[in-house]
Structures are given as C-alpha cells and as structure tokens.
C-alpha cells in the first residue's frame, strides 16, 4: 500500500520560510520523480516543483524559481520543498506526488500517488 505523508505546513507571516516533507512508503520501486502541486482555495491545482530520483535537472513552475527550492533524500524516500520569501498567495494546499515512470513531470495527470496535502497559510 502507498503512502504519502506529508508534515511542514502552518501559518507563517510574509516573507517567512517553511520546508515541507513527504515520506514515501509501499513503493513497488523507487520513482521516477516525486514532485510538489499546490491548490488555493476556489483555483486549480499548480505544478510547483519536482525532482527526477536518479539525478537530472529539477523543475519548478517559473513564477517560484529562486524563492522554493526540492530537495531530496534517496534513503528516507523523502522530497522535501524549501519555501522561502513567502507571500500571502502562496496560501494554499501543497500536495506531494509519486510518478513511478517516465515522462513529463510538471502536470498533475502524469503523477500516480498523491498525499493528503498540507496546508500552507501566509498572513500577519
């Protein structure tokens, strides 16, 4: 059985940080990426980064480059997402992903495991 959990999340003021975790389990194998989206209330979900787990570039969506950063951990199976310089639309909730294969890794769509999700609130 696959699990996802994922811990880090909480109120923040703006232009804190926070780093979010997500521990993988019940893998068949190890993934190919592991990635992280997110939901604002009333919007669509959004691709926010991923890492490809045998090395290779990392992706972010554009618009966070430079204030979120993935990480991973190969021996824990966990990802983990630095979020720093945080604004209040960043309030949502961030989701982790497993895609056990290859392929594109920035659309919810190619992703085959998802956690509960963890909220995010960014306000004074």
């Known amino acids: 059985q696959v699990q996802l959990v994922e811990s880090g999340g909480g109120l923040v003021q703006p232009g804190g940080s926070l780093r979010l975790s997500c521990a993988a389990s019940?893998?068949?194998?190890?993934?190919?990426?592991m990635g992280w989206f997110r939901q604002a209330s009333g919007k669509e979900r959004e691709f926010v980064a991923a890492?490809?787990?045998?090395?290779?570039?990392?992706a972010y969506a554009d618009s966070l480059k430079g204030r979120f950063t993935i990480s991973r951990d190969s021996a824990k199976m966990t990802v983990y997402l630095q979020m720093n310089s945080l604004k209040p639309y960043d309030t949502a909730v961030y989701y982790c992903?497993?895609?056990?294969?290859?392929?594109?890794?920035?659309?919810?769509?190619?992703?085959?495991?998802w956690g509960q999700g963890t909220q995010v609130t960014v306000s004074s």
């Open positions: 992903a497993v895609k056990l294969l290859g392929g594109g890794i920035s659309n919810d769509g190619d992703y085959d495991y």
């Open positions: 019940g893998l068949p194998f190890s993934p190919y990426s």
């Open positions: 890492v490809r787990w045998s090395g290779g570039p990392t």
